[in-house]
């Protein structure tokens, strides 16, 4: 299964975008790119995903290199309910039998006011 | 409130009793997962169900474990002998489907606490 790698953690001002980076060099063409968020004492929630374009919603934008090789979770304007961690992990259109769905450590966000 | 509920959402047991966790999974979805997570890390893969069958088990699931998702709605996750190792997040997901799009959805947790 291919992997991800991500910072283990960063720091963002109140109110400034925030860019979270995501290698995941061993990336095949049919694995989507997924992002979560973990709000302390949470589950996991979704963010957004996405296979080839850039993609945006109400949470976040998602940027991928056009090799695909990595990936940005966009954040337009930090909040302190954005204090998370985040993990991208990589989910295979082909494999619907076989669908770990495995989470890395993830980076944590601290936002500071 | 992603529609997935887990119960109970806090245990404290002593070392050797039995626990069992359930997970109510949005209703329309197939796929089921469980995972185990520790302070400071990701959530680490357990086992998951496509319908009412078992498809996958991690080799963290000793003997000691076992999960169930009978008629394909709802399961358990049974920890027996618990060890103080054990203490974890246990958290539950679903999913409607195995492709890549879809997304997994997350119940609050089952924090258990082994004495």
């Known amino acids: 299964d291919a992997k991800t790698t991500q910072p283990n953690s960063m720091e963002s001002n109140e109110e400034e975008p925030v860019h979270l980076p995501c290698n995941h060099s061993?990336?095949?063409?049919?694995?989507?790119i997924h992002w979560y968020r973990q709000l302390p004492s949470q589950g996991p929630e979704y963010v957004i995903h996405g296979l080839t374009s850039n993609v945006n919603n109400r949470m976040a934008s998602l940027a991928i290199a056009e090799d695909r090789k990595s990936s940005t979770l966009i954040l337009h304007r930090a909040t302190l309910r954005d204090a998370a961690v985040y993990y991208c992990?990589?989910?295979?259109?082909?494999?619907?039998?076989?669908?770990?769905?495995?989470f890395g450590p993830g980076t944590s966000l601290s936002v500071i006011p | 409130d992603t529609g997935v509920s887990q119960d109970p959402r806090h245990k404290i047991t002593k070392r050797g009793q039995n626990v069992t966790f359930r997970c109510d999974p949005i209703?329309?979805?197939?796929?089921l997962y469980w995972y185990r997570q520790t302070l400071g890390q990701g959530p680490e893969f357990l086992t998951y169900?496509?319908?009412?069958?078992?498809?996958?088990k991690s080799r963290l699931l000793s003997d000691r474990f076992s999960a169930e998702r009978p008629k394909g709605s709802f399961s358990t996750l049974e920890i027996q002998r618990t060890e103080q190792g054990d203490s974890a997040m246990y958290l539950c997901a679903s999913m409607r489907g195995g492709f890549g799009q879809e997304t997994q959805y997350f119940g609050p947790g089952t924090r258990l606490l082994v004495l």
């Open positions: 169900f496509q319908n009412e069958a078992q498809l996958e």
């Open positions: 992990i990589l989910r295979d259109e082909m494999k619907t039998s076989y669908d770990k769905v495995i």
């Open positions: 209703s329309e979805h197939n796929r």
């Open positions: 061993t990336i095949s063409g049919t694995d989507y």
